[in-house]
């Protein structure tokens, strides 16, 4: 089975603070995804990653980054966290190889910037 | 761009009631489709999927037809169990990309 592990299931962050979200999955994904999650909106794509150092903007990139330096890990930076930054944060991996596969997720990340 | 529209909830169903949730979309060209379910305090499941048109996704009991004349992707299961209770959400990927398009999700609340 695939195992997309999130390294905090909560969070807590100051105004202005720098937060590192880190999620790592084991079956040699090339494809792995951030999103956040708010009542009413579903999920929103922030950043996602074809390969290792590679990065591509989604739906709502404004205020983050991302880190890709191993195929396993993908991290999401934020830079100056705000207030309006707290949501539950999903990070998910596919594989590239075969078509139409589904995306594994993790179990969320829930993050508030006080 | 791609949507993804689903009903609103929640849904309230006594158990052992039939169930849909409706599901349409916007793509261009021929999306594949999915139905993903989040259990309390966890993350997303996949529960099916279809890739091409008239195909039925099934799992769990739950099913749902891919009918691109409707382009409509309804979530459907005979009986539900409290144990269904989860918010559900439709999503499309364009064929030969692995990004998702979302609906917002549709909580469903099952009573003994």
């Known amino acids: 089975d695939v195992k997309v592990t999130q390294s905090s299931r909560y969070l807590v962050k100051r105004t202005g603070e720098k937060v590192f979200l880190e999620c790592v999955q084991d079956m040699d994904h090339e494809n792995m995804f951030w999103y956040r999650q708010d009542p009413g909106l579903g999920l929103r794509l922030i950043y996602f990653?074809?390969?290792?150092?590679?990065?591509e903007k989604g739906d709502i990139p404004e205020g983050y980054s991302v880190s890709r330096e191993k195929k396993e890990r993908f991290s999401l930076i934020l830079e100056s966290a705000s207030t309006n930054q707290t949501s539950m944060y999903l990070c998910?991996?596919?594989?590239?190889?075969?078509?139409?596969?589904?995306?594994?997720f993790g179990d969320g990340t829930r993050l508030s910037i006080l | 761009g791609n949507s993804v529209t689903q009903m609103e909830g929640p849904v309230t169903l006594s158990e052992e009631a039939f169930l849909t949730i409706n599901c349409t979309y916007t793509a261009t060209g021929y999306p594949s489709l999915f139905w993903y379910v989040q259990y309390p305090g966890e993350g997303l499941q996949l529960l099916l999927k279809a890739t091409k048109a008239d195909d039925k996704g099934s799992n769990k009991g739950f099913e749902a037809t891919y009918r691109k004349e409707t382009t409509s992707f309804h979530l459907e299961k005979g009986s539900v169990q409290v144990s269904d209770s989860a918010v559900y959400f439709c999503a499309l990927s364009d064929p030969g990309y692995s990004t998702l398009t979302f609906g917002k999700g549709t909580m469903l609340l099952v009573s003994p």
């Open positions: 990653s074809y390969d290792v150092k590679m990065k």
């Open positions: 998910a991996s596919t594989s590239d190889r075969i078509r139409n596969q589904p995306q594994h």
